[in-house]
């Protein structure tokens, strides 16, 4: 059974940076598309990023568009996402989820079956 562990989560000011990482118990991650989704309190889980497998495809929401980055490390078995210029609405916990695939990853969270814990990402004002 596949497991994640998110990091990188934190308190943050407007502006600011914060990269998370999503690192995998498997041998390796060539085979998984990997997402990054959100929830803030009060609404519902919305895909962030996604990033195919070994080929690297990716693709984001239109919110984050330009200001978060995915990428992968396979030989660490690790999956970055690299968010700048944060906002407030940034706000939410954050999880990584997998799911065993050739296909280009998507952003719908029924798509993937092995989820992280979470890890909280705060940008005040």
């Known amino acids: 059974q596949l497991q994640l562990v998110e990091s990188g989560g934190g308190l943050v000011q407007a502006g600011g940076s914060l990269r998370l990482s999503c690192a995998a118990s498997e041998r390796s991650l060539h085979n998984y598309a990997i997402g990054w989704f959100r929830q803030a309190p009060g609404k519902e889980r919305e895909g962030v990023s996604c990033i195919t497998n070994s080929l690297g495809s990716v693709d984001y929401a239109d919110s984050v568009q330009g200001r978060f980055t995915i990428s992968r490390d396979n030989a660490k078995k690790t999956v970055y996402l690299q968010m700048n210029s944060l906002k407030p609405e940034d706000t939410a916990v954050y999880y990584c989820?997998?799911?065993?695939?050739?296909?280009?990853?998507?952003?719908?969270?029924?798509?993937?079956?092995?989820w992280g814990q979470g890890t909280q990402v705060t940008v005040a004002s």
């Open positions: 989820a997998a799911v065993l695939t050739f296909r280009r990853c998507v952003l719908s969270d029924w798509n993937y079956a092995y």
